[in-house]
């Protein structure tokens, strides 16, 4: 099977559903973002190593986030634990020129894989930072949208608060994915998909 098969077969099982995210995932090759001795398997539905116990998540999970996410042309996205860079790659094409993505890892030696992969596909509307965004970034604040890509116990008050009116965080919390939406000023609409496993999450809200 080939990556651009899987895409199809995403889309056939319905995990892929909004045509802006379906061209996002066929512009951006997974093998890209993957270490080179697992490129000839970016089209395997799993995830695959990328160092220091990182992983470049699952096709069929990353879809389902972005689906939940549903990111906008022109939105400002927070990216958490972006590792090897391929999610921030699909979130930046969502959003297009007018929108900004700000990718985030801790790890110093995932951070510049991933900072590597982002700029040797050349985008520019990325900013791609190592620092402990557990708890967000408020300087960056406030986001149309927050994405997790590592497992926390609990979603912070202080990333909840990054959120601009209308706008959606998803993230891993212990083995589900949450989806909060922020209806108006400190009130959000929660739902929560059970059945995932992700690395953990690092930092000050992280798992300790």
Do not use: C, H
Not at 37 to 44: I, L, N, R, T
Not at 81 to 110: D, F, N, R, Y
Not at 191 to 196: G, H, Q
């Amino acid at each position: 099977m080939t990556y651009q098969n899987l895409i199809k077969q995403l889309v056939q099982q319905s995990t892929l559903k909004t045509p802006r995210i379906i061209e996002a995932f066929k512009k951006v090759d997974r093998a890209n973002f993957m270490l080179p001795e697992y490129q000839d398997q970016a089209a395997v539905d799993v995830p695959f190593p990328i160092g220091a116990g990182q992983t470049i998540s699952q096709p069929t999970t990353v879809a389902f986030m972005i689906e939940l996410l549903q990111p906008q042309r022109g939105d400002k996205i927070l990216d958490i634990g972006a590792g090897s860079g391929w999610t921030s790659a699909i979130l930046v094409e969502i959003v297009g020129a007018k929108g900004k993505v700000i990718a985030v890892e801790i790890i110093p030696e995932v951070y510049q894989f991933g900072k590597e992969n982002i700029e040797n596909a050349g985008y520019k509307n990325v900013e791609f930072l190592q620092a402990d965004a557990s708890g967000g970034l408020p300087q960056f604040a406030p986001f149309d949208g927050i994405l997790g890509g590592a497992s926390i116990p609990k979603i912070p008050e202080v990333l909840k608060k990054q959120l601009k009116i209308k706008g959606r965080l998803v993230m891993p919390v212990q083995d589900s994915i949450v989806r909060l939406e922020q209806i108006q000023k400190n009130k959000f609409k929660k739902e929560v998909f059970p059945y995932f496993a992700f690395v953990p999450m690092t930092g000050e809200y992280g798992q300790k």
